[in-house]
Every structure is written in structure tokens, then in C-alpha cells.
């Protein structure tokens, strides 16, 4: 939503929903919030310990089965898995998605990875669909005076206009962006570390095709999933940063990394806010 300075002063029971790639600095902000009498809804957890619970415990049963101790174990009922997903810890969520590529070195044929990427794009409109309620609950179940959303990293990928309204009607959405210098560092950290990403069916698609020419590869199954994934991520930070500006320009406003780093408490972030309010005015 957008709002005057006075009208964001004076909103009692202010909605944030923090934007941004993953390493900008979303969760550490709810972190401090959480303090200061906010209500911290992580988009990532709700997708899955909600939407994504029973294919992420498939998905860890089957990696079980392959093992004959535990196989016999699981069978007779001897033992049970269940998910340990805190909001600081998503890593079940980041396994299911998966990579793409050789399966001997632990990556997903292109249509497995495909539906895991369907079921997390599905899972994610609907965490996100679920902020107006956990507004509302916040506030009176758990008695917090103001609510931070901190959304995922994919959630300008959604291309579902309907669930972005429901987000500027309920929230004021605040689109973190990185300096060029954080820039880098992100792209370094995902080179040093990998994860498993979302993408864009699209944009899969014609990355792929490049990457597949490039390397010379005629099959999926001959990719190396950690080297696709390392060169994927800046092609995917590059095609996100317009889609965020996008949808900053017409619902929210637009702060920097480096503004963030200055922010130690409540007021500093508050005022944060009333600076990037200011700019566009």
C-alpha cells in the first residue's frame, strides 16, 4: 500500500512484507522486530511446515528406503520421521526442492525437478494468501501490536497478480535491494555454497537450452546439479532485480542494503521506512 508519512505514523497496527534475493537481510530485520512487539511470519516456513510437509517427508522416507537398516526399521514401524523446520532452520524445504542433473551425484531428472518446483511455486502463492489471516491472528491470539511478512526470495516469480494485490492491501510492501557490492557478495556466497532454487518454468527452459549447448551436453542426466546451479544464480539474480523493481514502482517502496546495515533498532527501521516514503513523495 502506499501511504502519506502521517498516514504511516499514524497506522496502529502496522503490516510489513520485506522483498528481496535470500542473504539481503530479511529474516535478521523480523529477528530484531520480534523483539520490539512484531509478529514474525516466515514465508519460507509456512510453506513448509503447511503446504510442503507431506512430499518434504516423502521425499526424506524415500532417501531412507534406500537404506536397508532403516528400511526394515520403517516398515514394521519401529521408527518415525518427522520434520524439524524451524524458522531458522529450512534446509527440508531446500532438499525437497532439489537440483537438476546426474543422479549419481544426487540431482533430479527435468521432471521430477519440474514438479517439486510446481508444488513449492503452488505452495508459496498460498503461503503468501495466508498473510491477511496471520494479520489478523498477530493481533488478537497472540497479542503482537504490528506484523513483519518475511517473504521468500522467488515470491517476484509468482507471475499471479491477484496474490501481490492481497499482499499491497494488507501490507506495506518494502523491497530490499542489494548494492553492488552486496550484489557480488550474494553471487560469491552462492558460488561457495549452491542451494537448490526456484525458477520460472520459462526461465528454466531457456537457460537450460543455453547451458545444454554450451557444455555440449545431450543429456540432462549429464549435468553436474552443483555447477548448473552456481551458474545459474547470477542469471536468476539478474532477471529478478526488474521484477522486484516492478512490483516496488506500482505497490511499495525500495530501500538499500546499505540503508538496512545502518538499522540496530525498532525506530531506526521506522524511519527507514518514512526516508524511502519521503523519496518517492
Not at 529450512?90 to 531428472?109: I, T
Request: charged fraction near 30%; glycine fraction near 4%.
Amino acid at each position: 500500500m502506499k501511504l502519506s508519512i502521517e498516514e504511516f505514523r499514524n497506522w496502529e497496527h502496522k503490516s510489513i512484507t520485506l522483498l528481496g534475493m535470500s542473504g539481503v537481510g530479511k529474516t535478521r530485520l523480523a529477528h530484531m522486530l520480534r523483539r520490539s512487539d512484531w509478529f514474525h511470519f516466515s514465508g519460507d516456513y509456512r510453506i513448509g511446515t503447511r503446504y510442503l510437509d507431506e512430499p518434504i517427508l516423502d521425499n526424506i522416507k524415500s532417501q531412507a528406503m534406500q537404506v536397508e537398516f532403516l528400511r526394515n526399521l520403517l516398515r514394521n514401524d519401529s521408527i518415525q520421521i518427522i520434520n524439524n523446520i524451524t524458522v531458522d532452520n529450512l534446509q527440508p524445504v531446500s532438499s525437497f526442492l532439489g537440483k537438476l542433473g546426474n543422479p549419481e551425484l544426487g540431482g533430479l531428472s527435468l521432471t521430477e525437478f519440474k514438479r517439486r518446483q510446481q508444488l513449492h511455486l503452488d505452495a508459496e502463492i498460498a503461503a503468501m494468501r495466508d498473510v491477511p489471516d496471520f494479520i489478523i491472528k498477530a493481533k488478537e491470539i497472540y497479542g503482537y501490536q504490528h506484523f513483519i511478512n518475511d517473504a521468500g526470495g522467488s515470491v517476484c516469480e509468482l507471475e499471479d497478480e491477484e496474490t501481490i494485490k492481497i499482499l499491497d492491501e494488507h501490507s506495506l510492501i518494502l523491497y530490499i535491494k542489494a548494492s553492488a557490492k552486496e550484489e557480488e557478495e550474494l553471487i560469491r556466497r552462492a558460488e561457495s555454497d549452491p542451494k537448490p532454487l526456484y525458477y520460472r518454468e520459462a526461465f528454466l527452459d531457456e537457460e537450460l537450452k543455453i547451458y545444454m549447448e554450451k557444455y555440449q551436453l545431450p543429456y540432462v542426466a549429464m549435468i553436474d546439479p552443483d555447477q548448473f546451479v552456481r551458474w545459474m544464480f547470477p542469471r536468476l539474480f539478474n532477471s529478478r532485480i526488474p521484477r522486484y523493481d516492478a512490483i516496488a514502482r506500482e505497490y511499495g517502496y525500495t530501500i538499500t542494503t546499505q540503508e538496512l546495515s545502518m538499522v540496530s533498532t525498532e525506530s531506526d527501521f521506522l524511519e527507514l521506512i518514512e526516508n524511502a516514503i519521503r523519496r518517492e513523495q
